[in-house]
């Protein structure tokens, strides 16, 4: 159901509402907030409250006029839904790229209809390249089609690639920030709202969507997520910093296998033979294929996270606190070869070569041996290469 309401949100819904009821709210808008807080649901929900036809002007979006229907099936012609993509291969002409990202984008929608949460393009560059901005710009200015308004959804505007390529193509998106057709808003989402070019940002209203208080995202896992331990869903909370869809995500990868692997990395540095280290670095590819590496490594460094509140004799704060283990000094090193690992890992170095310096580098610390070997990202991938 990619029509619902963004959770928790209810007095900044409310002041919205108001706003589209009062034909007060701005034409171009920046929804910010951090990673996982409902920024998408809410942009989609702001859409929706647009192209509502209710007759009581308050209930904005009443989810059951046709407009809202097929608002909430990602099918209404007159929202138009825009996110960072890899760019396409070559294209033989201007009017051919912009195809080919249209029709990319297409694919992508067809993805969020099935679940709205869907982390497009995980592992690819992305950007919202000059020629997309281009389609958007063509887009907006022309009349809606089936509603009375047409509504913009660009999201990860910082991701906006530098324009100086396309001038022209820049300025006209800046003056249809600064004056959008009557009919046309535009409503940007970002996460880094530092990153966001000072003309766009200048240009746009901000709205901010917080992060809620832990013991409503607490209560948020256990309700539906299904999450019955109430410590397990406290701590699923914090983890996401008060992001309900960050906690969802953490809960659908708990199930998964980036735990485990954790686990299986941990006991294969604290077992210290190398044996052990040959066998959990041989289930990582000698070559690309970063994807399954990286979640590993953060659940890795959540771990050892908990494992140095235990040992600074702050087991409250672990979020699932485990007795006994290395000093406090040991796990800090292991922790600097995990962020050297990620950092490794970003780069494309080897996997399977990476996870087995990380986990000498582990035993070492553990073991109270010199470690130092991964600092700094070129010694390391030097290091690498000599193996
Ligand atoms: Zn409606």
Redesign the pocket.
């Known amino acids: 159901m990619t029509g619902e309401r963004p959770w928790g949100q209810e007095d900044l819904l409310r002041r919205l509402a108001g706003a589209v009821a009062d034909r007060r709210l701005p034409q171009s808008l920046l929804v910010h907030g951090p990673e996982g807080v409902g920024k998408r649901s809410l942009a989609l929900w702001v859409a929706?409250a647009l192209q509502?036809?209710?007759p009581e002007a308050g209930d904005?979006?009443?989810?059951?006029?046709r407009?809202?229907r097929m608002a909430a099936r990602l099918e209404h012609p007159d929202i138009h839904l825009h996110f960072p993509m890899p760019r396409p291969k070559r294209a033989a002409s201007r009017a051919k790229l912009r195809e080919a990202i249209e029709a990319q984008r297409h694919e992508r929608l067809a993805r969020l209809r099935e679940d709205l949460h869907a982390r497009l393009d995980p592992d690819a560059v992305t950007g919202l390249y000059v020629a997309a901005v281009e389609n958007i710009r063509d887009q907006a200015s022309r009349r809606p089609s089936m509603a009375r308004r047409s509504v913009f959804v660009i999201e990860d505007a910082e991701r906006m690639v530098p324009q100086s390529a396309s001038p022209e193509a820049a300025n006209a998106f800046l003056k249809l920030l600064e004056e959008p057709p009557p009919f046309a808003y535009i409503v940007l989402t970002s996460g880094r709202p530092d990153a966001l070019l000072p003309t766009i940002r200048s240009r746009t209203v901000p709205l901010r969507v917080a992060p809620l208080p832990i013991a409503r995202v607490a209560a948020y896992v256990a309700e539906h997520l299904d999450v019955r331990d109430d410590d397990r869903a406290r701590a699923v909370a914090r983890r996401a910093g008060g992001a309900v869809y960050r906690a969802r995500a953490l809960v659908d990868s708990e199930t998964g296998e980036s735990e485990a692997a954790a686990d299986g990395l941990l006991a294969a540095a604290l077992d210290g033979s190398p044996q052990a280290r040959y066998r959990a670095a041989s289930r990582y590819s000698a070559r690309g294929a970063r994807g399954e590496l990286e979640p590993a490594l953060e659940a890795l460094r959540i771990r050892l996270r908990d494992m140095l509140c235990v040992a600074a004799g702050a087991p409250d704060a672990a979020l699932d606190p485990t007795d006994g283990g290395p000093s406090e000094g040991a796990i800090l090193d292991a922790l600097g070869a995990v962020d050297a690992a990620m950092e490794g890992v970003g780069r494309n170095l080897n996997p399977q070569a990476t996870t087995a310096l990380l986990l000498e580098e582990m035993g070492a610390a553990f073991a109270g041996r010199p470690t130092g070997r991964m600092a700094g990202t070129p010694q390391f991938a030097g290091v690498l290469r000599s193996l």
């Open positions: 929706r509502c036809e209710a904005v979006p009443c989810e059951a006029c407009n809202c």
